[in-house]
């Protein structure tokens, strides 16, 4: 069984800055990619940022420049940067691991979610 910690939310004003950290236990032999998913109220669930074990990175359009996802093999732990955040960043945002293959995502293993809000 795969566990997932996240920590690093919390309430910030717009143009600032905050880093969520994930950290990863367990046997993660069949995981190839770690995720960042978010989910505002009343919105559906969204990917954020990914990241491949060979640290290949993808990003939503809505945070291209303004978020950076990185990973730390050494302290299984996975990285989301988070700079310039604007009011509609709000959302709680999860972890997640999973296998990538023959084109599919497999999202198999989720964190608990912290809340990042974004406000004046």
């Known amino acids: 069984q795969v566990q997932l910690v996240e920590s690093g939310g919390g309430l910030v004003q717009p143009g600032g800055s905050l880093r969520l950290s994930c950290a990863v236990s367990?046997?993660?032999?069949?995981?190839?990619?770690r995720a960042w998913y978010r989910q505002a109220p009343g919105k559906q669930r969204e990917l954020v940022a990914s990241i491949t074990d060979g640290s290949g990175t993808k990003y939503v359009d809505s945070v291209k420049g303004r978020f950076t996802i990185s990973r730390d093999n050494a302290k299984n732990t996975v990285y989301l940067q988070m700079d310039s955040l604007k009011p509609e960043d709000t959302a709680v945002y999860y972890c997640n691991a999973g296998t990538y293959f023959r084109g599919t995502y497999y999202p198999r293993y989720w964190g608990q979610g912290t809340q990042v809000t974004v406000s004046s």
């Open positions: 367990g046997s993660t032999y069949n995981i190839n990619v």
